[in-house]
């Protein structure tokens, strides 16, 4: 371990950017991260090549600016490189090396990912050192502000709607289904997005759903409420590396007598009928009075936890529910990891476990420490009580869908 001054072991276990400074205030790099805590911890407490031990020993001082999502993050993270040219980021780089998000100049614009600033006729923002991140920051992005990738030429002129319509990301172009002005105020709110300000975006689009409900244009006003709950609910768990993830949860205390354990299930095909459950054992039994139904809202592709982080924002944005005293997830260190996050941003200090099937769904793998006091089985009887309930309700919304 590198001895240091900065007291990076108090930052938040929250997503946001690190600004590391020397000791006359100059900025040496800039990163993001899921987790600034384990990110920032991990460049004090890990080997690393000569190259970072360089930079360590020149860190004096680390500013960071949290986020609400890593998706967030990346992008602030690109915007100060550009500002502030930090020579750790762009040491043996040149400008081709960078990616960018480019915004075309066209009638309909294309949102592109370029290499090199040079490349581009139309705005940029970046740069990106990461394709894969750029590449899942543009697919986040996409569900929630469609875009067309239709060459001019072909706008309008398709005689049947494009796959990319048909699910959701391609507002119809194509077919001539949005009108001029609809699309470029669309493409305005991606702009601001990549400017950091999705709050003024939100604040816009809660005004355009409440004018279309009162004109009774109820689809216009429905899509608007989707993009708020999808800006609010951002699905972002592949931007955050493995390095990042957070510590299992699980305590060594017993709980309280009478204790209440929640236990959570997703329940999918595809991504289609998606549902989620809330099961609730008190004191070791069920108690289905207590049971809960989640249709997932804003996700219509397979992603189990992106599913998970639906459901249980959700559930603790119920103020009027019981807090329970232990959280089981059917589920491995993905899902776990994922509730954990879900309960800092909420200001929940509540013990998380998993149990994870084993890659030929053969095991009860327990993520976490059992508590004293509650048996191996009466987890595992939480967990299939989620699974049974989940299952229930998804199938009987494939057969509403089926003769509907």
């Known amino acids: 371990m590198i001895k240091t001054s900065v007291p990076y072991k108090k930052f ?3 997503p946001g950017v690190y600004i590391m400074k020397d000791a006359a205030g100059r ?9 600034l805590r384990r990110r920032v911890s991990s460049y004090f407490e890990r080997p690393h090549d000569v190259r970072i031990q360089t930079l360590v020993s020149k860190i004096a001082r680390i500013d960071i600016e949290q986020k609400d999502t890593a998706l967030e993050a990346l992008i602030r993270e690109a915007e100060l490189i550009k500002t502030l040219t930090p020579p750790f980021n762009v040491r043996e780089k040149d400008d081709k090396s960078f990616l960018y998000f480019e915004v075309t100049r066209e009638k309909f614009p294309r949102v592109l990912l370029v290499r090199g600033a040079g490349a581009a006729s139309g705005r940029l923002y970046g740069p990106f050192t990461s394709a894969s991140s750029a590449r899942e920051a543009l697919r986040i992005l ?10 001019p030429d072909e706008l309008g002129k398709m005689k049947r709607p494009c796959f990319n319509y048909e699910i959701g990301l391609c507002p119809g172009t194509c077919v001539g289904a949005v009108t001029h002005e609809e699309y470029l105020k669309n493409i305005e709110r991606l702009r601001m997005f990549f400017e950091g300000k999705k709050a003024h975006i939100i604040r816009a689009l809660e005004k355009d759903m409440k004018a279309a409900s009162r004109k009774q244009e109820f689809e216009k006003a429905e899509k608007f409420r989707r993009q708020i709950f999808a800006l ?8 955050i590396s493995d390095s990042e993830m957070l510590v299992p949860g699980g305590v060594a205390g017993a709980l309280r007598d009478g204790y209440r354990i929640e236990g959570y299930d997703i329940s ?5 009928s998606a549902v989620g459950s809330m099961v609730v054992f008190e004191d070791g039994e069920p108690n289905k009075s207590a049971y809960r139904k989640f249709k997932i809202r804003s996700i219509f592709q397979p992603n189990d936890v992106g599913m998970l982080k639906e459901v249980l924002e959700r559930r603790f944005s119920r103020a009027d529910w019981p807090i329970p005293d232990l959280i089981l997830i059917d589920g491995g260190l993905a899902q776990v990891n994922t509730a954990r996050r879900v309960l800092l941003r909420a200001e929940k200090k509540i013990p998380i476990m998993g149990i994870a099937k084993g890659p030929r769904r053969d095991r009860n793998d327990i993520i976490g420490l059992i508590p004293k006091g509650v048996q191996k089985e009466t987890l595992i009887r939480v967990r299939n009580e989620a699974h049974r309930f989940a299952i229930g309700y998804h199938k009987a919304l494939r057969r509403v869908r089926t003769f509907a």
């Open 12 to 14: 938040p276990e929250t």
């Open 27 to 35: 900025v040496l790099y800039v990163g993001k991260a899921g987790n």
């Open 142 to 151: 996409r569900r929630i502000f469609p875009w067309s990738t239709h060459n």
């Open 232 to 239: 609010r609910h951002i699905q972002d768990t592949a931007l």
């Open 268 to 272: 999918n095909i595809s991504g289609t």
